[in-house]
């Protein structure tokens, strides 16, 4: 699993404990839970791209494209306040929707 | 075969519920996302150099992974689908045109041997095809150049235009205008009559390439082996400015070099790629299928359609 710069700040457990509820085989969770990552990155991405100027999302997209965990962090620090704060709660509630999502269908 | 009826949610499996609405739910996000803030996406896709996307191979397929995720792992195997399976098909052009954006020279001109494989890897995992510039040790002269259209092939001695097209493809001017080639392609004809010729050999000509195969490095050492090689041989070849794409098979040899055109299409492969109108000429992306099962159909085929196994960029 590729790890992203935020990916010490915030984790799919909650979605993925929620998924072990379903009948799923392994390959069917591993399928979902990459799909479940690829909603966090776009969200986080979102999240991170609403808070800057248009100049600070190319020089944020740069940094990102080119892997730098510090550069990313120390840009945003730079230009977004309690940026740590934002990406967790813009995870959260897309955990919260998952975990909804999980729960209709088990309880379809 | 009779089009199958969608399954009722109380049919679906859990797994088959939730990727349904996560593929879906996917789709719009990134749509949004990408649209919210265009001018940036947009200004990365111009601006980062693609040579610095493959300083390395590996080094610039990971890059391209950190804004533009792949989503390899959540499409359905098309080609192993079970009878009775609904098949959920991720469309991955925009993902497709996101990295082939950021990858590709401003111009079309023959790749580097590292953007070949950079681009090889993009395409096989966007594609869900293995595909490669080279092959079983064969290549062409280059695998990013101008394609133009050609006229139809004759199939088999005495093959006319009246013949040769269907009701409804005598309708459609492009087709039909295109007019037959007056000699036959550099194989000859597909089959040697009209009560010998299979569907095969129909979709080999309505889907065929004419490529330089003359102009391959080691032609002119083994010019049996390599006219036999590349006889028929499958290629992917994609428009990178829209995304469209079409499965095909080397059919002639050509076109010249004068001509200003690096390979040539059928006219229904002329359609499927998009650049039947105007000049009828566009860079495209051209790179062989590794398709031992013959498992891929000839015509056209959009990112995300199949899922067969191929090397992860990661």
Do not use: C
């Amino acid at each position: 699993m590729k790890k992203h710069f935020y990916s010490d700040l915030v984790t799919l457990d909650t979605v993925v404990e929620e998924m072990a509820t379903l009948d799923l085989s392994i390959r069917e969770r591993k399928e979902l839970e990459e799909f479940a990552r690829f909603h966090l990155h776009e969200t986080i991405l979102d999240a991170i791209l609403s808070e800057l100027s248009e100049r600070d999302k190319k020089i944020f997209l740069a940094n990102l494209e080119y892997d730098t965990h510090d550069k990313v962090w120390r840009h945003l620090h730079e230009k977004v306040e309690n940026v740590e704060d934002k990406i967790r709660d813009a995870a959260e509630k897309l955990k919260k929707e998952l975990r909804e999502d999980v729960r209709r269908v088990k309880a379809s | 075969m009779p089009k199958k009826l969608k399954k009722s949610v109380k049919e679906l499996s859990h797994y088959e519920q939730l990727k349904k609405h996560w593929v879906k739910k996917h789709k719009l996000l990134q749509r949004d996302v990408r649209r919210k803030h265009r001018q940036a996406f947009e200004w990365m896709g111009e601006k980062i150099p693609a040579r610095e996307h493959v300083a390395g191979a590996a080094a610039g397929a990971l890059m391209l992974s950190n804004t533009l995720p792949a989503v390899t792992a959540a499409v359905t195997p098309a080609v192993e689908n079970k009878e009775d399976e609904q098949v959920v098909k991720v469309d991955k052009t925009d993902l497709l045109l996101g990295h082939l954006s950021a990858s590709l020279p401003g111009e079309v001109k023959p790749l580097t041997h590292e953007e070949e494989l950079l681009i090889g890897q993009i395409l096989s995992e966007d594609f869900g095809i293995p595909v490669s510039a080279e092959y079983e040790g064969k290549r062409l002269n280059r695998s990013y150049g101008y394609i133009g259209a050609e006229q139809h092939l004759m199939r088999f001695p005495g093959d006319i235009m009246y013949s040769h097209l269907s009701a409804n493809e005598t309708q459609d001017r492009y087709i039909y205008s295109s007019g037959m080639a007056p000699g036959r392609g550099a194989w000859g004809y597909f089959t040697r009559s009209k009560s010998e010729m299979t569907s095969l050999d129909v979709e080999r000509e309505r889907w065929y390439l004419a490529v330089p195969t003359f102009l391959a490095p080691g032609f002119m050492q083994n010019v049996k082996e390599h006219y036999e090689w590349f006889k028929y041989r499958k290629m992917l070849v994609v428009n990178p400015k829209s995304g469209q794409a079409v499965i095909a098979v080397i059919g002639d040899a050509g076109p010249a070099a004068w001509t200003g055109k690096h390979l040539g299409g059928s006219p229904e492969v002329m359609i499927a790629l998009g650049l039947h109108n105007g000049p009828r000429k566009g860079g495209v992306l051209y790179f062989f299928v590794d398709d031992m099962e013959n498992k891929i159909p000839l015509g056209p085929v959009r990112a995300g359609d199949y899922n067969i196994k191929v090397a992860s960029r990661q």
